[in-house]
Nanobody, 125 residues
Framework: QVQLVETGGGLVQAGGSLRLSCAAR????????MAWFRQAPGKEREFVAT????????YYAESVKGRFTISLDNAKKTVYLQMNSLKPEDTADYYC??????????????????WGPGTQVTVSP
């Protein structure tokens, strides 16, 4: 069974940075797609960023483009989300997701097969 575990969340002031990590177990990145989503209280889960298992393709939500960077380390089986210039509206629970059916760019939650439990990010004004 694939397992994903996110770490790196916390409280940061607006303008600050955080790096989230997602450690994957029993998963080979090469033919898969990894992504980050987030969900704020009372809102639906929304797409943040995705990367193909080869690392060759990335795609970002407009709201984070230019501020967030997704990357992966195949040797460590870890996906990262570097978040810079954080804003209060970035406050949410952040989730790592894996799609094992095929690789590509997918931005909807139902396209993904496995999810981590999430890590909380709070950005104060």
């Amino acid at each position: 069974q694939v397992q994903l575990v996110e770490t790196g969340g916390g409280l940061v002031q607006a303008g600050g940075s955080l790096r989230l990590s997602c450690a994957a177990r029993r998963l080979t990145f090469g033919s898969n797609t990894m992504a980050w989503f987030r969900q704020a209280p009372g809102k639906e889960r929304e797409f943040v960023a995705t990367i193909t298992g080869s690392g060759g393709l990335t795609y970002y939500a407009e709201s984070v483009k230019g501020r967030f960077t997704i990357s992966l380390d195949n040797a460590k089986k870890t996906v990262y989300l570097q978040m810079n210039s954080l804003k209060p509206e970035d406050t949410a629970d952040y989730y790592c997701a894996a799609r094992v059916r095929s690789a590509g760019i997918f931005t909807t939650p139902w396209a993904y097969d496995y999810w981590g439990p999430g890590t909380q990010v709070t950005v104060s004004p």
